[in-house]
């Protein structure tokens, strides 16, 4: 079993920055792939951007250039630094884990609000 534990959401100013973090806990294989994914009301679950164990990182095209994800790989956790916030990134953000043993896993966050404002 995996546990993800997010941080960092809130409300914040268009044009302003915010970090989101997410700590995975328990039996994690040694490649996985951690990242965020986000859902605004009224739509579907999109991706973010993802990181693999390997530091291989993929955007979304609408964060590209504004969003930056890294990880700690000795803490299993992961940060998305997001600059330059506009009002349609406001949604709730899921951090998310992907690991493999005989199949792949998926696990989810609880899920965190970020509501940026215009």
């Known amino acids: 079993q995996v546990q993800l534990v997010e941080s960092g959401g809130g409300l914040v100013q268009a044009g302003w920055s915010k970090r989101l973090s997410c700590a995975a806990s328990?039996?994690?294989?040694?490649?996985?792939?951690m990242g965020w994914y986000r859902q605004a009301p009224g739509k579907e679950r999109e991706k973010v951007a993802t990181?693999?164990?390997?530091?291989?990182?993929t955007y979304a095209d609408s964060v590209k250039g504004r969003f930056t994800l890294s990880r700690d790989s000795a803490k299993n956790t992961v940060y998305l630094q997001m600059n330059s916030l506009k009002p349609e990134d406001t949604a709730v953000y899921y951090c998310?884990?992907?690991?493999?043993?005989?199949?792949?896993?998926?696990?989810w966050g609880q899920g965190t609000q970020v509501t940026v404002s215009s």
């Open positions: 328990g039996t994690i294989s040694m490649f996985n792939v």
């Open positions: 990181i693999t164990s390997g530091g291989t990182t």
């Open positions: 998310n884990i992907q690991i493999w043993r005989e199949r792949k896993y998926d696990y």
